[in-house]
Protein backbone atom coordinates (compact mmCIF):
# COMPACT_ATOMS: atom_id res chain seq x y z
CA UNK A 1 0.00 0.00 0.00
CA UNK A 2 1.55 2.90 -0.79
CA UNK A 3 1.56 6.25 1.20
CA UNK A 4 -1.39 7.93 -0.17
CA UNK A 5 -3.42 5.01 0.54
CA UNK A 6 -2.14 4.48 3.39
CA UNK A 7 -3.16 8.14 4.86
CA UNK A 8 -6.77 7.68 3.57
CA UNK A 9 -7.37 4.40 5.22
CA UNK A 10 -5.80 5.80 8.39
CA UNK A 11 -8.34 8.63 8.55
CA UNK A 12 -11.20 6.99 7.11
CA UNK A 13 -11.31 3.79 9.70
CA UNK A 14 -12.05 5.99 12.45
CA UNK A 15 -14.73 7.82 10.57
CA UNK A 16 -18.40 6.28 11.01
CA UNK A 17 -20.39 4.53 9.06
CA UNK A 18 -16.09 3.36 8.23
CA UNK A 19 -15.07 2.47 11.57
CA UNK A 20 -17.44 -0.44 10.92
CA UNK A 21 -15.42 -2.00 8.50
CA UNK A 22 -12.28 -3.73 8.46
CA UNK A 23 -8.80 -2.78 7.36
CA UNK A 24 -9.42 -5.01 3.62
CA UNK A 25 -12.34 -3.00 2.91
CA UNK A 26 -11.14 0.03 4.03
CA UNK A 27 -8.34 0.04 1.85
CA UNK A 28 -10.48 -0.86 -1.24
CA UNK A 29 -12.73 1.94 -0.54
CA UNK A 30 -9.30 4.16 -0.55
CA UNK A 31 -8.32 2.46 -4.23
CA UNK A 32 -11.03 4.08 -5.57
CA UNK A 33 -11.55 7.89 -3.50
CA UNK A 34 -9.49 10.50 -5.06
CA UNK A 35 -7.63 13.59 -3.40
CA UNK A 36 -8.56 17.35 -4.44
CA UNK A 37 -7.35 20.94 -3.07
CA UNK A 38 -10.02 23.38 -3.58
CA UNK A 39 -9.32 26.75 -2.91
CA UNK A 40 -11.40 29.02 -0.47
CA UNK A 41 -14.61 29.95 -2.17
CA UNK A 42 -14.48 27.23 -4.65
CA UNK A 43 -18.62 26.32 -5.69
CA UNK A 44 -19.54 22.66 -6.27
CA UNK A 45 -21.64 21.43 -8.43
CA UNK A 46 -24.43 18.56 -7.73
CA UNK A 47 -22.58 16.87 -10.50
CA UNK A 48 -19.00 16.07 -11.76
CA UNK A 49 -17.96 15.01 -15.58
CA UNK A 50 -16.14 12.15 -15.51
CA UNK A 51 -13.72 12.29 -18.61
CA UNK A 52 -13.64 8.35 -18.97
CA UNK A 53 -17.50 8.58 -19.31
CA UNK A 54 -20.39 10.16 -22.09
CA UNK A 55 -20.35 13.88 -21.37
CA UNK A 56 -24.48 13.11 -20.60
CA UNK A 57 -22.93 10.56 -18.05
CA UNK A 58 -23.50 12.29 -14.23
CA UNK A 59 -21.18 10.43 -11.61
CA UNK A 60 -22.28 12.00 -8.17
CA UNK A 61 -19.53 12.45 -4.92
CA UNK A 62 -19.27 11.63 -1.81
CA UNK A 63 -17.19 14.07 -0.05
CA UNK A 64 -15.20 13.46 3.20
CA UNK A 65 -13.40 16.20 4.18
CA UNK A 66 -9.77 16.04 5.28
CA UNK A 67 -8.57 19.67 6.02
CA UNK A 68 -10.94 22.78 5.75
CA UNK A 69 -14.48 23.44 5.34
CA UNK A 70 -17.37 23.33 3.70
CA UNK A 71 -21.02 24.90 3.67
CA UNK A 72 -24.13 24.11 2.72
CA UNK A 73 -27.38 26.64 1.62
CA UNK A 74 -30.73 26.20 0.97
CA UNK A 75 -32.28 27.36 -2.06
CA UNK A 76 -33.12 30.85 -0.31
CA UNK A 77 -29.75 31.40 0.60
CA UNK A 78 -29.66 30.20 4.29
CA UNK A 79 -26.98 28.89 6.34
CA UNK A 80 -27.98 25.14 7.04
CA UNK A 81 -24.32 23.60 7.90
CA UNK A 82 -20.60 23.07 7.75
CA UNK A 83 -18.71 19.73 7.25
CA UNK A 84 -15.37 20.22 8.69
CA UNK A 85 -12.06 17.89 9.17
CA UNK A 86 -13.54 14.16 9.45
CA UNK A 87 -17.12 14.95 7.47
CA UNK A 88 -19.22 13.23 5.63
CA UNK A 89 -20.50 15.81 2.71
CA UNK A 90 -23.69 13.76 1.91
CA UNK A 91 -25.66 16.71 0.85
CA UNK A 92 -25.26 16.07 -3.28
CA UNK A 93 -26.29 12.67 -2.85
CA UNK A 94 -30.41 12.76 -1.87
CA UNK A 95 -31.21 11.33 -5.41
CA UNK A 96 -28.90 8.70 -5.10
CA UNK A 97 -30.22 7.53 -1.61
CA UNK A 98 -33.87 7.60 -3.06
CA UNK A 99 -32.78 5.59 -6.11
CA UNK A 100 -30.66 2.63 -3.42
CA UNK A 101 -34.27 2.28 -1.85
CA UNK A 102 -35.98 2.28 -4.42
CA UNK A 103 -38.04 4.96 -3.39
CA UNK A 104 -39.01 8.71 -4.37
CA UNK A 105 -37.85 11.16 -2.20
CA UNK A 106 -40.51 11.78 0.01
CA UNK A 107 -41.82 14.92 0.87
CA UNK A 108 -40.36 17.13 3.58
CA UNK A 109 -40.89 20.69 5.60
CA UNK A 110 -37.14 20.79 5.12
CA UNK A 111 -35.73 22.67 2.50
CA UNK A 112 -33.38 20.35 0.32
CA UNK A 113 -30.00 22.25 0.08
CA UNK A 114 -28.52 23.64 -3.20
CA UNK A 115 -25.49 25.28 -2.45
CA UNK A 116 -21.72 23.80 -1.52
CA UNK A 117 -19.28 26.07 -1.34
CA UNK A 118 -15.69 26.08 0.20
CA UNK A 119 -15.51 28.65 3.13
CA UNK A 120 -11.18 27.49 3.31
CA UNK A 121 -8.57 25.97 1.28
CA UNK A 122 -9.99 22.28 1.81
CA UNK A 123 -8.23 19.21 0.93
CA UNK A 124 -10.99 16.60 0.10
CA UNK A 125 -10.99 13.10 -0.55
CA UNK A 126 -13.81 12.28 -3.02
CA UNK A 127 -15.44 9.04 -4.47
CA UNK A 128 -18.30 8.16 -6.52
CA UNK A 129 -21.50 7.39 -4.55
CA UNK A 130 -22.29 4.48 -7.05
CA UNK A 131 -19.40 2.76 -6.88
CA UNK A 132 -19.36 3.11 -2.76
CA UNK A 133 -23.16 1.77 -3.09
CA UNK A 134 -21.75 -1.45 -4.42
CA UNK A 135 -18.63 -1.42 -1.49
CA UNK A 136 -20.72 -1.58 1.27
CA UNK A 137 -23.34 -4.01 -0.12
CA UNK A 138 -22.20 -6.60 2.18
CA UNK A 139 -21.81 -4.10 5.17
CA UNK A 140 -25.71 -3.12 5.76
CA UNK A 141 -25.27 -0.97 8.64
CA UNK A 142 -22.87 0.99 7.27
CA UNK A 143 -24.62 1.23 4.01
CA UNK A 144 -27.74 2.28 6.36
CA UNK A 145 -26.31 4.96 7.61
CA UNK A 146 -25.33 6.59 4.79
CA UNK A 147 -28.71 6.18 3.68
CA UNK A 148 -30.80 7.11 6.41
CA UNK A 149 -31.67 10.89 7.23
CA UNK A 150 -30.77 12.27 10.53
CA UNK A 151 -34.39 11.83 11.71
CA UNK A 152 -33.93 8.32 11.08
CA UNK A 153 -31.03 7.94 12.86
CA UNK A 154 -31.52 9.72 15.66
CA UNK A 155 -34.57 7.30 15.92
CA UNK A 156 -32.52 4.56 15.92
CA UNK A 157 -29.99 5.87 18.32
CA UNK A 158 -32.50 6.36 21.13
CA UNK A 159 -33.52 2.64 20.52
CA UNK A 160 -30.20 1.64 20.61
CA UNK A 161 -29.45 3.43 23.97
CA UNK A 162 -32.75 2.61 25.57
CA UNK A 163 -31.49 -1.14 26.48
CA UNK A 164 -27.52 -0.76 25.86
CA UNK A 165 -27.50 1.99 28.35
CA UNK A 166 -28.53 0.06 31.18
CA UNK A 167 -25.88 -2.87 30.93
CA UNK A 168 -23.11 -0.47 31.57
CA UNK A 169 -24.75 1.22 34.43
CA UNK A 170 -23.64 1.24 38.31
CA UNK A 171 -25.66 -2.03 38.79
CA UNK A 172 -22.26 -3.74 38.60
CA UNK A 173 -22.28 -4.50 42.07
CA UNK A 174 -25.72 -4.32 43.44
CA UNK A 175 -27.06 -7.66 44.40
CA UNK A 176 -30.17 -8.84 43.06
CA UNK A 177 -31.92 -8.50 46.91
CA UNK A 178 -31.64 -4.95 46.36
CA UNK A 179 -34.34 -5.20 43.51
CA UNK A 180 -36.45 -8.27 43.72
CA UNK A 181 -39.70 -8.98 45.44
CA UNK A 182 -41.12 -11.97 47.17
CA UNK A 183 -43.08 -14.00 46.99
CA UNK A 184 -43.62 -14.55 43.08
CA UNK A 185 -47.08 -14.34 42.24
CA UNK A 186 -48.07 -18.06 41.02
CA UNK A 187 -50.85 -19.90 39.97
CA UNK A 188 -51.70 -23.76 38.76
CA UNK A 189 -51.47 -25.35 35.83
CA UNK A 190 -55.25 -26.19 35.84
CA UNK A 191 -56.06 -22.55 35.97
CA UNK A 192 -57.29 -21.15 32.76
CA UNK A 193 -56.31 -17.93 30.84
CA UNK A 194 -58.97 -16.08 32.20
CA UNK A 195 -58.62 -16.61 35.74
CA UNK A 196 -54.93 -15.59 35.14
CA UNK A 197 -55.71 -12.74 34.03
CA UNK A 198 -57.75 -12.03 37.09
CA UNK A 199 -55.45 -12.85 39.66
CA UNK A 200 -52.84 -10.54 37.93
CA UNK A 201 -55.05 -7.79 37.76
CA UNK A 202 -55.93 -8.99 41.85
CA UNK A 203 -52.66 -8.48 42.95
CA UNK A 204 -51.75 -5.66 40.77
CA UNK A 205 -48.69 -7.92 39.08
CA UNK A 206 -47.68 -8.19 35.21
CA UNK A 207 -46.51 -11.88 35.38
CA UNK A 208 -47.31 -15.10 37.11
CA UNK A 209 -45.41 -18.74 37.41
CA UNK A 210 -47.14 -21.20 36.41
CA UNK A 211 -46.87 -24.12 39.57
CA UNK A 212 -46.85 -28.01 39.03
CA UNK A 213 -46.94 -30.38 42.29
CA UNK A 214 -44.93 -27.30 44.04
CA UNK A 215 -41.84 -26.89 41.04
CA UNK A 216 -42.22 -23.67 38.68
CA UNK A 217 -42.91 -25.07 34.90
CA UNK A 218 -43.46 -21.76 33.43
CA UNK A 219 -44.63 -18.19 33.12
CA UNK A 220 -47.04 -16.48 31.63
CA UNK A 221 -47.15 -12.13 31.17
CA UNK A 222 -49.79 -9.46 30.49
CA UNK A 223 -47.72 -9.58 27.22
CA UNK A 224 -48.48 -13.31 26.70
CA UNK A 225 -51.99 -12.76 27.46
CA UNK A 226 -52.22 -10.49 24.82
CA UNK A 227 -50.39 -11.79 22.15
CA UNK A 228 -51.03 -15.49 22.00
CA UNK A 229 -54.58 -15.47 23.55
CA UNK A 230 -56.71 -12.00 22.86
CA UNK A 231 -54.62 -11.55 19.42
CA UNK A 232 -55.36 -14.94 18.47
CA UNK A 233 -58.82 -15.31 19.47
CA UNK A 234 -58.32 -18.31 21.96
CA UNK A 235 -60.79 -19.38 24.57
CA UNK A 236 -59.87 -17.64 27.73
CA UNK A 237 -61.05 -20.65 29.34
CA UNK A 238 -58.26 -22.90 28.06
CA UNK A 239 -55.71 -23.65 30.70
CA UNK A 240 -53.09 -20.64 31.19
CA UNK A 241 -50.42 -23.53 30.43
CA UNK A 242 -51.71 -22.58 26.30
CA UNK A 243 -50.12 -19.57 26.18
CA UNK A 244 -46.85 -19.76 29.11
CA UNK A 245 -43.54 -20.07 28.64
CA UNK A 246 -41.60 -23.01 29.31
CA UNK A 247 -38.35 -23.27 30.02
CA UNK A 248 -38.46 -20.50 31.36
CA UNK A 249 -35.26 -18.31 32.29
CA UNK A 250 -34.08 -17.23 36.16
CA UNK A 251 -31.74 -16.01 37.90
CA UNK A 252 -29.47 -16.71 41.24
CA UNK A 253 -30.12 -14.89 44.38
CA UNK A 254 -25.88 -14.63 44.78
CA UNK A 255 -25.87 -12.87 41.40
CA UNK A 256 -26.16 -8.75 40.84
CA UNK A 257 -28.68 -6.78 38.79
CA UNK A 258 -25.72 -6.15 35.80
CA UNK A 259 -26.40 -10.33 35.26
CA UNK A 260 -30.06 -10.00 35.67
CA UNK A 261 -30.02 -7.16 32.95
CA UNK A 262 -27.24 -8.71 30.69
CA UNK A 263 -29.54 -11.76 30.95
CA UNK A 264 -33.61 -9.84 30.18
CA UNK A 265 -31.84 -8.20 27.07
CA UNK A 266 -30.16 -10.92 25.22
CA UNK A 267 -33.17 -13.39 26.20
CA UNK A 268 -35.63 -10.06 25.29
CA UNK A 269 -37.41 -10.60 28.55
CA UNK A 270 -39.02 -8.27 31.09
CA UNK A 271 -39.54 -10.76 34.14
CA UNK A 272 -37.22 -13.10 35.74
CA UNK A 273 -37.85 -15.83 38.73
CA UNK A 274 -35.46 -15.33 41.53
CA UNK A 275 -34.45 -18.35 43.09
CA UNK A 276 -32.33 -19.77 45.73
CA UNK A 277 -30.73 -23.10 45.62
CA UNK A 278 -33.05 -23.81 42.83
CA UNK A 279 -36.18 -22.44 44.79
CA UNK A 280 -38.49 -20.18 43.89
CA UNK A 281 -38.39 -17.43 46.11
CA UNK A 282 -39.54 -14.03 44.01
CA UNK A 283 -39.50 -12.28 41.05
CA UNK A 284 -37.17 -9.43 39.15
CA UNK A 285 -38.56 -7.28 36.66
CA UNK A 286 -37.15 -4.79 34.17
CA UNK A 287 -39.14 -2.22 36.15
CA UNK A 288 -37.57 -2.66 38.73
CA UNK A 289 -34.41 -2.08 38.25
CA UNK A 290 -34.99 0.83 36.79
CA UNK A 291 -37.28 2.45 39.21
CA UNK A 292 -34.94 1.43 42.36
CA UNK A 293 -33.30 4.78 42.31
CA UNK A 294 -37.09 6.12 42.14
CA UNK A 295 -37.56 4.40 44.86
CA UNK A 296 -34.65 6.24 46.55
CA UNK A 297 -36.27 9.55 45.41
CA UNK A 298 -40.07 8.68 47.04
CA UNK A 299 -37.75 7.94 50.18
CA UNK A 300 -35.98 10.97 50.32
CA UNK A 301 -39.22 13.00 49.81
CA UNK A 302 -41.27 11.62 52.85
CA UNK A 303 -37.85 12.13 55.00
CA UNK A 304 -38.24 15.90 53.35
CA UNK A 305 -41.95 15.84 54.05
CA UNK A 306 -40.99 15.06 58.14
CA UNK A 307 -38.45 17.87 58.36
CA UNK A 308 -38.12 19.93 61.44
CA UNK A 309 -36.63 23.51 60.22
CA UNK A 310 -34.91 25.26 57.19
CA UNK A 311 -31.88 23.20 58.69
CA UNK A 312 -32.46 20.10 58.13
CA UNK A 313 -34.34 20.95 54.81
CA UNK A 314 -30.27 22.24 54.17
CA UNK A 315 -28.77 19.53 55.17
CA UNK A 316 -31.11 16.86 53.15
CA UNK A 317 -30.25 18.96 50.09
CA UNK A 318 -27.03 17.92 49.70
CA UNK A 319 -27.88 14.28 48.70
CA UNK A 320 -29.50 15.59 45.49
CA UNK A 321 -26.23 15.80 43.87
CA UNK A 322 -25.44 11.85 44.35
CA UNK A 323 -29.42 11.00 43.90
CA UNK A 324 -28.67 12.59 40.46
CA UNK A 325 -25.64 11.11 39.95
CA UNK A 326 -27.06 7.16 40.33
CA UNK A 327 -29.48 7.89 37.84
CA UNK A 328 -27.87 9.24 35.17
CA UNK A 329 -25.23 6.19 35.68
CA UNK A 330 -27.71 3.69 36.23
CA UNK A 331 -29.26 4.77 32.75
CA UNK A 332 -32.59 6.95 33.63
CA UNK A 333 -33.99 8.79 31.03
CA UNK A 334 -33.64 12.70 30.65
CA UNK A 335 -37.68 12.65 31.00
CA UNK A 336 -37.68 10.38 33.93
CA UNK A 337 -34.55 12.20 35.86
CA UNK A 338 -36.37 15.37 35.28
CA UNK A 339 -39.55 14.54 36.73
CA UNK A 340 -37.90 12.79 39.81
CA UNK A 341 -35.28 15.97 40.40
CA UNK A 342 -38.56 18.11 39.84
CA UNK A 343 -40.77 15.75 42.77
CA UNK A 344 -38.02 16.65 44.63
CA UNK A 345 -37.65 20.54 44.37
CA UNK A 346 -41.58 20.42 45.04
CA UNK A 347 -41.15 18.18 48.28
CA UNK A 348 -39.03 20.61 49.85
CA UNK A 349 -40.72 23.86 48.54
CA UNK A 350 -43.98 22.13 49.98
CA UNK A 351 -42.16 21.45 53.30
CA UNK A 352 -40.98 25.60 53.55
CA UNK A 353 -44.43 26.80 52.95
CA UNK A 354 -45.32 24.29 56.00
CA UNK A 355 -43.02 26.00 58.06
CA UNK A 356 -43.50 29.13 56.89
CA UNK A 357 -47.24 28.51 58.09
CA UNK A 358 -45.79 27.46 61.33
CA UNK A 359 -44.39 30.15 62.10
CA UNK A 360 -46.66 33.08 60.20
CA UNK A 361 -50.01 31.14 61.12
CA UNK A 362 -52.50 30.06 58.42
CA UNK A 363 -52.90 32.05 55.32
CA UNK A 364 -55.69 34.32 55.84
CA UNK A 365 -57.23 33.77 52.26
CA UNK A 366 -56.77 30.61 49.55
CA UNK A 367 -53.59 31.43 47.42
CA UNK A 368 -52.07 29.26 45.13
CA UNK A 369 -47.88 28.99 45.23
CA UNK A 370 -46.45 28.31 41.49
CA UNK A 371 -43.20 27.47 40.10
CA UNK A 372 -42.16 27.96 36.61
CA UNK A 373 -39.54 26.99 33.95
CA UNK A 374 -38.22 23.99 34.16
CA UNK A 375 -39.36 22.68 37.63
CA UNK A 376 -42.95 23.44 36.45
CA UNK A 377 -42.61 21.22 33.30
CA UNK A 378 -40.59 18.69 35.23
CA UNK A 379 -37.27 18.93 33.27
CA UNK A 380 -35.55 19.92 36.48
CA UNK A 381 -32.10 18.96 37.22
CA UNK A 382 -30.29 19.81 40.50
CA UNK A 383 -29.81 23.24 41.79
CA UNK A 384 -31.31 25.36 39.49
CA UNK A 385 -32.35 28.91 40.18
CA UNK A 386 -35.91 29.15 41.51
CA UNK A 387 -39.00 30.77 39.35
CA UNK A 388 -41.88 30.70 41.55
CA UNK A 389 -44.99 33.22 41.72
CA UNK A 390 -48.27 33.65 43.79
CA UNK A 391 -52.14 34.01 42.47
CA UNK A 392 -53.87 35.29 45.86
CA UNK A 393 -57.76 35.11 46.05
CA UNK A 394 -58.90 38.25 45.22
CA UNK A 395 -60.92 38.93 48.35
CA UNK A 396 -57.42 39.90 49.78
CA UNK A 397 -57.43 42.89 51.94
CA UNK A 398 -53.95 45.17 52.16
CA UNK A 399 -52.88 43.74 55.38
CA UNK A 400 -53.45 40.15 53.95
CA UNK A 401 -51.19 40.42 51.67
CA UNK A 402 -48.44 42.10 53.74
CA UNK A 403 -48.65 38.55 55.15
CA UNK A 404 -48.31 36.87 51.65
CA UNK A 405 -44.84 39.02 51.48
CA UNK A 406 -43.37 36.99 54.66
CA UNK A 407 -44.47 34.44 53.75
CA UNK A 408 -42.55 34.62 50.31
CA UNK A 409 -39.12 35.65 51.00
CA UNK A 410 -39.59 32.88 54.31
CA UNK A 411 -39.74 30.17 51.01
CA UNK A 412 -37.51 31.77 48.89
CA UNK A 413 -35.09 32.48 51.25
CA UNK A 414 -35.31 29.00 52.39
CA UNK A 415 -34.78 27.55 48.55
CA UNK A 416 -31.88 29.53 48.48
CA UNK A 417 -30.29 27.82 51.21
CA UNK A 418 -31.16 24.88 49.58
CA UNK A 419 -28.77 24.92 47.01
CA UNK A 420 -31.72 26.98 44.93
CA UNK A 421 -29.99 30.28 43.61
CA UNK A 422 -31.99 33.54 43.27
CA UNK A 423 -33.65 34.08 39.81
CA UNK A 424 -31.04 36.61 37.94
CA UNK A 425 -34.11 37.78 36.51
CA UNK A 426 -36.24 38.18 40.20
CA UNK A 427 -38.96 35.98 38.83
CA UNK A 428 -39.43 34.85 42.42
CA UNK A 429 -42.78 35.67 44.67
CA UNK A 430 -40.61 38.22 46.47
CA UNK A 431 -41.20 40.47 43.63
CA UNK A 432 -44.41 41.95 44.35
CA UNK A 433 -45.29 42.39 40.41
CA UNK A 434 -45.27 38.43 40.47
CA UNK A 435 -47.44 38.06 43.48
CA UNK A 436 -50.41 39.05 43.07
CA UNK A 437 -53.98 38.50 43.02
CA UNK A 438 -56.22 36.41 40.55
CA UNK A 439 -57.59 38.98 38.72
CA UNK A 440 -54.62 41.03 38.00
CA UNK A 441 -52.55 37.76 36.15
CA UNK A 442 -55.47 37.30 34.15
CA UNK A 443 -54.99 41.08 33.48
CA UNK A 444 -51.06 40.28 32.66
CA UNK A 445 -51.69 37.87 30.14
CA UNK A 446 -54.59 39.46 28.64
CA UNK A 447 -51.98 42.19 28.11
CA UNK A 448 -49.73 39.64 26.85
CA UNK A 449 -51.88 38.15 24.16
CA UNK A 450 -53.11 41.56 22.81
CA UNK A 451 -49.86 43.55 23.02
CA UNK A 452 -47.03 41.29 22.23
CA UNK A 453 -44.63 43.75 22.60
CA UNK A 454 -40.39 42.21 23.47
CA UNK A 455 -41.21 42.18 27.33
CA UNK A 456 -44.90 40.60 26.97
CA UNK A 457 -43.05 37.75 24.31
CA UNK A 458 -40.62 37.29 27.12
CA UNK A 459 -42.89 37.34 30.17
CA UNK A 460 -44.81 34.89 27.73
CA UNK A 461 -41.79 32.09 27.77
CA UNK A 462 -41.51 32.30 31.37
CA UNK A 463 -45.46 32.38 33.20
CA UNK A 464 -46.99 29.58 29.80
CA UNK A 465 -44.80 27.35 31.83
CA UNK A 466 -46.60 27.01 35.11
CA UNK A 467 -47.69 24.40 37.74
CA UNK A 468 -49.38 24.97 41.17
CA UNK A 469 -46.98 23.72 43.99
CA UNK A 470 -49.39 23.87 46.74
CA UNK A 471 -52.46 25.75 47.35
CA UNK A 472 -55.80 26.34 45.73
CA UNK A 473 -55.61 24.22 42.02
CA UNK A 474 -58.33 25.77 40.63
CA UNK A 475 -56.65 29.83 40.93
CA UNK A 476 -54.01 28.88 38.22
CA UNK A 477 -56.37 26.89 36.18
CA UNK A 478 -59.34 29.69 35.38
CA UNK A 479 -56.31 31.86 34.59
CA UNK A 480 -54.36 29.24 32.39
CA UNK A 481 -58.07 28.35 30.29
CA UNK A 482 -58.81 32.31 30.30
CA UNK A 483 -55.46 32.43 28.65
CA UNK A 484 -55.65 29.23 26.06
CA UNK A 485 -58.88 30.49 24.58
CA UNK A 486 -57.33 33.81 23.73
CA UNK A 487 -53.76 32.61 22.38
CA UNK A 488 -55.79 29.77 20.18
CA UNK A 489 -57.72 32.67 18.46
CA UNK A 490 -55.00 34.90 18.12
CA UNK A 491 -52.81 33.97 15.26
CA UNK A 492 -51.30 37.57 15.35
CA UNK A 493 -50.03 36.83 19.07
CA UNK A 494 -48.81 32.97 17.83
CA UNK A 495 -46.75 34.70 14.91
CA UNK A 496 -45.11 37.54 17.39
CA UNK A 497 -44.46 34.11 19.57
CA UNK A 498 -42.66 31.89 17.02
CA UNK A 499 -40.44 34.79 15.45
CA UNK A 500 -39.31 35.46 19.33
CA UNK A 501 -39.05 31.58 19.92
CA UNK A 502 -37.31 30.69 16.53
CA UNK A 503 -34.19 33.29 17.51
CA UNK A 504 -32.75 30.66 19.85
CA UNK A 505 -31.06 28.53 16.91
CA UNK A 506 -29.49 24.82 17.25
CA UNK A 507 -25.66 25.21 17.22
CA UNK A 508 -24.73 23.41 13.87
CA UNK A 509 -22.85 24.56 11.40
CA UNK A 510 -21.50 28.40 12.19
CA UNK A 511 -18.47 26.99 13.58
CA UNK A 512 -17.04 24.05 12.23
CA UNK A 513 -19.06 21.67 13.68
CA UNK A 514 -21.16 23.51 16.54
CA UNK A 515 -21.56 26.98 17.65
CA UNK A 516 -19.35 27.23 20.62
CA UNK A 517 -19.61 29.68 24.18
CA UNK A 518 -16.21 32.16 23.80
CA UNK A 519 -17.05 33.48 27.84
CA UNK A 520 -15.20 33.03 30.54
CA UNK A 521 -15.25 29.33 32.01
CA UNK A 522 -17.02 28.30 29.42
CA UNK A 523 -15.13 28.99 26.68
CA UNK A 524 -15.43 27.13 23.98
CA UNK A 525 -18.35 24.73 25.26
CA UNK A 526 -21.37 23.88 23.67
CA UNK A 527 -24.33 25.04 25.46
CA UNK A 528 -27.21 21.97 25.48
CA UNK A 529 -29.38 23.87 27.28
CA UNK A 530 -29.61 27.14 25.34
CA UNK A 531 -29.05 26.19 22.67
CA UNK A 532 -30.04 22.47 21.93
CA UNK A 533 -33.15 21.86 24.79
CA UNK A 534 -34.78 25.36 24.76
CA UNK A 535 -35.45 25.69 20.75
CA UNK A 536 -37.39 22.30 21.31
CA UNK A 537 -39.40 23.87 24.77
CA UNK A 538 -40.00 26.79 22.36
CA UNK A 539 -41.44 25.12 19.68
CA UNK A 540 -43.40 22.76 22.17
CA UNK A 541 -44.72 25.93 23.91
CA UNK A 542 -46.38 27.11 20.77
CA UNK A 543 -47.83 23.37 19.43
CA UNK A 544 -49.92 23.98 23.24
CA UNK A 545 -50.83 27.36 22.54
CA UNK A 546 -52.15 26.82 19.35
CA UNK A 547 -53.76 23.79 20.49
CA UNK A 548 -54.72 24.63 23.69
CA UNK A 549 -53.23 22.15 25.30
CA UNK A 550 -52.76 22.45 29.06
CA UNK A 551 -49.84 20.39 29.78
CA UNK A 552 -46.57 22.25 30.16
CA UNK A 553 -44.07 19.62 30.01
CA UNK A 554 -42.02 19.35 27.19
CA UNK A 555 -42.71 15.76 26.01
CA UNK A 556 -46.23 15.51 27.16
CA UNK A 557 -46.93 18.97 24.61
CA UNK A 558 -45.14 17.37 21.94
CA UNK A 559 -47.06 13.97 22.32
CA UNK A 560 -50.31 15.66 22.55
CA UNK A 561 -49.95 17.96 19.41
CA UNK A 562 -48.61 14.64 17.48
CA UNK A 563 -51.75 14.30 14.89
CA UNK A 564 -53.00 17.83 14.56
CA UNK A 565 -52.66 21.15 12.42
CA UNK A 566 -49.90 21.88 14.16
CA UNK A 567 -47.49 18.62 14.10
CA UNK A 568 -47.67 16.09 12.27
CA UNK A 569 -46.77 12.19 14.43
CA UNK A 570 -43.64 11.74 12.81
CA UNK A 571 -42.43 15.49 13.60
CA UNK A 572 -43.29 14.99 17.05
CA UNK A 573 -41.45 11.80 17.35
CA UNK A 574 -38.30 13.55 15.80
CA UNK A 575 -38.20 16.35 18.21
CA UNK A 576 -38.77 13.97 21.44
CA UNK A 577 -35.86 11.96 20.39
CA UNK A 578 -34.04 14.94 20.00
CA UNK A 579 -34.88 16.12 22.99
CA UNK A 580 -34.13 12.87 24.91
CA UNK A 581 -30.58 12.88 23.06
CA UNK A 582 -29.93 16.49 24.30
CA UNK A 583 -31.56 15.93 27.52
CA UNK A 584 -29.17 12.65 28.30
CA UNK A 585 -25.91 13.81 27.09
CA UNK A 586 -26.78 16.87 29.36
CA UNK A 587 -27.05 14.61 32.63
CA UNK A 588 -24.20 12.66 31.67
CA UNK A 589 -22.44 15.68 31.42
CA UNK A 590 -23.51 16.90 34.63
CA UNK A 591 -22.73 13.46 36.34
CA UNK A 592 -19.49 13.69 35.23
CA UNK A 593 -18.99 17.33 37.19
CA UNK A 594 -20.68 16.43 40.01
CA UNK A 595 -18.64 13.35 40.44
CA UNK A 596 -15.60 15.38 40.50
CA UNK A 597 -16.60 17.93 42.52
CA UNK A 598 -17.74 20.61 39.88
CA UNK A 599 -20.44 22.72 39.64
CA UNK A 600 -23.05 21.36 37.40
CA UNK A 601 -23.56 23.08 34.02
CA UNK A 602 -24.95 22.81 30.65
CA UNK A 603 -22.01 23.40 28.61
CA UNK A 604 -20.50 20.18 26.79
CA UNK A 605 -16.69 20.60 24.99
CA UNK A 606 -17.03 18.55 21.96
CA UNK A 607 -14.15 17.15 22.41
CA UNK A 608 -14.91 15.37 25.36
CA UNK A 609 -17.06 13.16 23.73
CA UNK A 610 -17.02 10.95 20.38
CA UNK A 611 -17.33 11.27 16.99
CA UNK A 612 -20.39 9.27 17.02
CA UNK A 613 -21.68 11.13 19.84
CA UNK A 614 -21.06 14.55 17.66
CA UNK A 615 -22.62 12.65 14.56
CA UNK A 616 -25.71 11.84 17.14
CA UNK A 617 -25.56 15.61 17.94
CA UNK A 618 -25.81 16.70 14.72
CA UNK A 619 -28.25 14.63 13.44
CA UNK A 620 -30.10 16.33 16.61
CA UNK A 621 -29.57 19.43 15.45
CA UNK A 622 -30.36 18.79 11.94
CA UNK A 623 -34.55 17.89 13.11
CA UNK A 624 -34.00 20.96 15.40
CA UNK A 625 -33.51 23.12 12.38
CA UNK A 626 -36.02 21.61 9.97
CA UNK A 627 -38.58 22.02 12.63
CA UNK A 628 -37.66 26.00 13.27
CA UNK A 629 -37.24 26.40 8.80
CA UNK A 630 -40.67 24.98 8.57
CA UNK A 631 -42.57 27.31 11.34
CA UNK A 632 -40.42 30.04 9.82
CA UNK A 633 -42.69 29.89 6.40
CA UNK A 634 -46.29 29.18 8.85
Known sequence: MNAALNDIVDFIKVIPPFNLLNVEDC???????????????????????????????????????????LAYYDNAGELQGKFSEGDLCTVLCGEIC??????????????????????????????????????????????????????????????????????????????????????AITITTQASIQDAAKYMTEKGVSCLVIMADKQPVGIVTDK?????????????????????????????????????????????IHHLPVTKHGTLIGMLTATDLMNQQGHHAV??????????????????????????VSMAKLGASADYLGKNISALTMAFTIRLIELAELKLGSAPVGYAWLCAGSQARQEQLVYSDQDNALI??????????????????????????????????????????WRQKKRVWQSYF??????????????????????????????LQDVRRNMLQQTQQNTLFQAHLSRNALLQKPPLGFFRDFVLIHDGKNKKGLDLKHNGLAPIINLAR??????????????????????????SRTESANLIDAFELLGMLRAEHQAKQLTNGEEADSYLLPKEISRLEREHLKDAFKVIKAMQNYRQMV
Open 27 to 69: HLIAMRTSIGYYRNETLFNEYKNDHKKEPQEKQVLLYIVKKGV
Open 98 to 183: SELHNEKPAPSREQAPVGLRAEEDCLLYAIDFNELKVLLSEHPKALQFLLQTAPQRLKNTMGAITESALIASSLTNAPITDYYNSP
Open 224 to 268: DIRRRCVAEGLNTQQTVTDIMTANMATIDINLCGHDALALMISQR
Open 299 to 324: NLSSVIHKASSVEALVELSSMLPKLQ
Open 392 to 433: IDDSATPQQEAWFEAFAHFICDGLAACGYIYCPGNIMATNPQ
Open 446 to 475: NDWVIKPDPQALLNSSVFFDLATVHGDIQL
Open 542 to 567: IYALAEGIEDVNTIMRLRLAAGTPSL
